[in-house]
């Protein structure tokens, strides 16, 4: 991990990471997080941003986008509020980019989307349409598109599968299908200057994401979520060659932690130096504009 590029100059960014605290991983995760950690036989042990800091920071990692989360009308669950957000970001201004969510099942979503942006300085959106329960290609979210595309701020979208709700009855009423990246596709046609990040590497329509991210200028991804040696392995070969360009490092911290995903990068990947360039921070910084 120590020879991958960046890290000396801790230069990496991870672009999907959630808070470690019980803010996000018990209150707004509710039981649908614990049915998730009890199927993977992980821990929903919970710690402070000094100790994440200090752990990013040993890995090589200077800057992580911290993930707004509101799916409170979908799941009853209280929301990651957004002023909790900006108030981290603030407190660690130099690592952190602070991305909001707006509940879309809300009635003020707009009015939230805009204070995001005009009072709370921040970066972008972040939308979990499983846990959040709704069809982002549906008609009735049109102005919430509109008016982030007007902001000029970029949205994460959740590409497949959700480990959410994992092995309960009904999956806790949680939709797999609203995970469809091609969902996404019909935003980024209709708003061309919406820059969209497509979050993890979508199974199990690896390919339908690869498609719309190659089709779609304003479309991205991340390889967060999965350990790559998991990853499929079309996903890696698009990733180092006609997509290296548009994909990005994330962990979806603390479900996976840095030097896990770093070390399995290394030793379950071949790309040339310039492409892991490319994918640890080079279009992440271009994305994000840093």
Same mark, same amino acid.
Request: proline share 6%.
């Given at each position: ?24 991983? %018990? ?59 900006? %108030? ?51 008609? %009735? ?66 390919? %339908? ?82």
């Amino acid at each position: 991990m120590d020879q991958l590029p960046g890290v000396a100059e801790q230069r990496l960014i991870d672009t999907h990471a959630h808070q470690p605290t019980a803010e996000f991983l %018990e209150e707004a995760g509710g039981k649908m997080m614990q049915d998730a950690a009890r199927k993977f036989g992980t821990d929903l042990e919970t710690w402070g941003y000094e100790e994440m800091r200090a752990e990013y920071a040993d890995a090589g990692i200077g800057r992580a986008v911290l993930l707004g989360w509101d799916a409170e009308t979908n799941t009853g669950n209280p929301p990651v509020p957004n002023d909790y957000v900006a %108030e981290v970001r603030d407190e660690y201004p130099d690592f952190f980019i602070g991305f909001g969510s707006v509940d879309p099942l809300k009635d003020d979503c707009v009015e939230e989307a805009i204070r995001c942006v005009e009072d709370l300085d921040l970066s972008g959106f972040k939308f979990q349409q499983i846990a959040q329960g709704f069809d982002p290609s549906a008609p %009735e979210y049109e102005d919430l598109w509109a008016t982030i595309e007007d902001l000029g701020v970029p949205v994460v979208f959740h590409g497949g599968n959700s480990t959410l709700g994992a092995c309960s009855a009904g999956g806790r009423g949680l939709k797999v299908k609203h995970g469809n990246p091609l969902l996404i596709d019909d935003i980024a046609a209709e708003h061309p200057d919406l820059e969209i990040l497509i979050a993890h590497p979508a199974f199990p329509w690896e390919a %339908e994401q690869l498609a719309v991210c190659q089709q779609k200028g304003n479309v991205y991804m991340d390889l967060s979520g999965w350990l790559p040696k998991y990853i499929d392995e079309q996903v890696l070969q698009y990733a180092g060659s006609v997509l290296s360009d548009k994909v990005m490092f994330g962990t979806d911290y603390p479900m996976i932690h840095p030097d896990e995903w770093l070390e399995s990068f290394a030793a379950h990947t071949d790309y040339d130096e310039a492409t892991q360039q490319r994918l640890l921070f080079e279009n992440a910084e271009a994305f994000f504009g840093l």
